[in-house]
């Protein structure tokens, strides 16, 4: 079956069309992955080192045709779009010097000349399934530590993004020996198929089909991580600048229209909740809304015709259930799948757009009266990715910031933004099995052996 890409600000625009991996593809792929993950595991820890590190001179050297190439197919504004891009060559110069890095422990023996050691070693062929929005820096955030450790890797990237991950593909064939990363395009098929093949498995997306992937690695017996959903919170005090915090929350509720995991849909306000809500509808109104490829622009297209139903439906039902549509909650005029950034207040916590991740350009505004609420409206969804705090009080920072059931906390930050040699990773709902990235990554690719060596005379 044929796959098409198109780009979500001129549909017109089709970026790719190229047929789906079917099960018997995905498995060829599997046992020529299988052949090279052997050599490559074998091969001196410096050689996978220096493969990495061209593999990301590779990128570096295309960073503005492969910037240009994400501001076309997936809609990122171009300025997040380079940094992207950037990022992904920072992640793969990162792991090629973790490729170097100690590789187990030693413990103490039953005599002093006995020697116990845990070594790690690769687990052979990892399956990435990824989604559309990081289309450069998920993949490699994944891949980098899988091929660092002395894995093969096969990704199957979101149909969304296809163009870009077959890009990246020949972008580091070079660097790297045949088979060793591979691309599989295709969707849900494409994907079960490759879970029947791995060895381990990661993915990144929706917490409907994490949830499904996690049952069915577990079933084979392999394991997993899924990074899901997220509906985060940034928690403002009555200390804080409410124009300083609104700025921040504006940026990362409606930044790349929304549609990161670690947007903020929440703006929790502890007290008087005037200063904040004006602020923060003032800066929203102030985001540039448009053509991605603009400089300027912070709020691009939303990904597809659905998505976009999704956020105007969002805004409509919100209103229906009394809720204060404080600007947005329409479509853009334009071709492209364009919505107005959206804000809703006067709902209260339980209200679904307070409990549901929409993943696009709308955040409602709740009111809480002190510390407590706000911790327990905070807490009161399936999700736990990331959550903030806005106020000038250090201990009031760190007291509230203990108490959040998320796996990041920022204080005085956006909830968005990543930092790739940090674990990265939520907790309920949003994550499940290890942690990804920084020196977190190495659980999810490599499994430890014991060895014990005793002296031959015992
Ligand atoms: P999605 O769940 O629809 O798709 C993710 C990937 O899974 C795609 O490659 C898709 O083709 C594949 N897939 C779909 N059905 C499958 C099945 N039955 N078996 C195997 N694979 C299947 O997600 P999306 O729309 O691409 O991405 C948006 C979602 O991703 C949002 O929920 C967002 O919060 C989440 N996300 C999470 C993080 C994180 O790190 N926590 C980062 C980015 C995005």
């Known amino acids: 079956m044929a796959l098409v890409s198109r780009s979500p600000q001129r549909p017109d625009d089709l970026v790719v069309e190229v047929e789906e991996a079917d099960a018997e593809a995905v498995a060829g792929a599997a046992e020529q992955g299988r052949a090279a993950a052997r050599r490559w595991a074998a091969a001196p820890a410096l050689e996978r080192s220096a493969a990495l590190g061209a593999a990301a001179d590779a990128l570096a050297g295309a960073a503005a045709e492969t910037t240009e190439l994400m501001v076309r197919e997936v809609g990122k504004p171009v300025s997040e779009a380079g940094a992207e891009v950037a990022r992904g060559v920072g992640i793969l110069r990162y792991y090629a010097q973790q490729a170097l890095d100690p590789d187990g422990e030693t413990y103490p ?70 088979g060793l990363f591979q691309v599989l395009p295709g969707g849900a098929g494409t994907g079960k198929a490759l879970l029947d093949q791995v060895d381990c498995l990661s993915f990144t997306g929706s917490v409907a089909v994490g949830r499904q992937v996690a049952v069915a690695a577990t079933e084979r017996g392999i394991p997993s991580q899924a990074e899901m959903g997220g509906l985060n919170a940034s928690i403002v005090l009555p200390d804080a600048d409410p124009g300083r915090a609104a700025t921040v929350v504006a940026g990362a509720a409606m930044g790349y229209a929304g549609q990161k995991c670690t947007a903020t849909s929440r703006a929790i306000v502890v007290g008087d909740p005037g200063p904040f809500t004006e602020a923060l509808v003032a800066a929203v109104r102030d985001l540039a809304v448009g053509d991605p490829a603009e400089r300027s622009t912070v709020v691009g297209p939303v990904i597809t015709e659905q998505a976009m139903r999704r956020v105007t439906e969002a805004a409509e039902e919100a209103a229906a259930a009394g809720g204060r549509v404080l600007t947005g909650g329409k479509t ?127």
Do not use: C
């Open 332 to 458: 853009l005029d334009g071709k492209g799948w364009f919505v107005a950034p959206t804000l809703v207040d006067s709902l209260g916590p339980d209200a679904r757009l307070a409990q549901e991740e929409v993943f696009g350009p709308i955040a409602v505004v709740l009111a809480v009266a002190d510390e407590d609420e706000a911790v327990a409206v905070a807490n009161g969804v399936p999700y736990g990715l990331v959550g903030s705090v806005f106020t000038r009080d250090l201990d009031r920072a760190l007291g509230l910031a203990a108490r959040l059931d998320t796996g990041m906390i920022r204080v005085n930050a956006p909830t968005s933004g990543v930092d790739f040699h940090a674990p990265f990773g939520g907790e309920k709902d949003s994550s499940f099995g290890p942690r990804e990235q920084g020196k977190a990554a190495r659980e999810l690719y490599t499994s430890t052996r014991t060895v014990t060596v005793l002296p031959h005379g015992g």
């Open 109 to 178: 023996g039953p005599g002093p000349a006995a020697l116990l050691l845990a070594r790690r070693r690769p687990r052979g062929v990892a399956g990435l399934i990824t989604p559309w929005n990081f289309p450069v820096a998920i993949p490699l955030w994944k891949a980098a530590p899988a091929l660092a450790f002395g894995n093969a890797v096969l990704l199957k990237p979101s149909p969304d993004a296809t163009g870009l991950a077959l890009r990246l593909a020949e972008l580091l064939a070079p660097a790297l020996p045949d």
